[in-house]
């Protein structure tokens, strides 16, 4: 049986690639319900970690109220108040997928030429 799950990985990987998004607009963007955005992004980070050229980027939600800034949460998910002045302001996390520095620059060098 095919999977439609590897499908929407893909497209999901293909989304972040240089870019930053939070999992409202990969919900909107691939059609899907946001809570299914969470499940198949915890399985995008694992197959990135496993990748050496690329890493995975998690851009850390932040309180609006007292700017507050999420560095040590584990969780994909956007927290639901802030720690600090139990402020609900606070900005979804947003995910992106870079190329690892040491490679990039390498095909920097290389693509420069041109
Ligand atoms: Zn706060």
Redesign the pocket.
């Known amino acids: 049986m095919l999977s439609p799950d590897r499908t929407v990985r893909q497209r999901m990987t293909d989304l972040l690639f240089d870019a930053r998004r939070s999992s409202y607009q990969l919900a909107q963007l691939l059609g899907i319900p946001e809570r299914q955005v969470e499940d198949h992004l915890s399985h995008v980070v694992q197959s990135v970690a496993r990748d050496r050229t690329r890493r995975f980027v998690l851009e850390p939600s932040t309180?609006t109220?007292?700017?507050?800034v999420f560095r040590d949460r584990k969780k994909l998910t956007k927290p639901s108040r802030?720690p600090?002045?139990r402020?609900e302001g606070v900005t979804a996390p947003r995910y992106g997928i870079e190329l690892r520095k040491a490679l990039s620059r390498r095909l920097d060098s290389r693509a420069v030429s041109g």
């Open positions: 309180c109220d007292c700017g507050y802030c600090s002045c402020s």
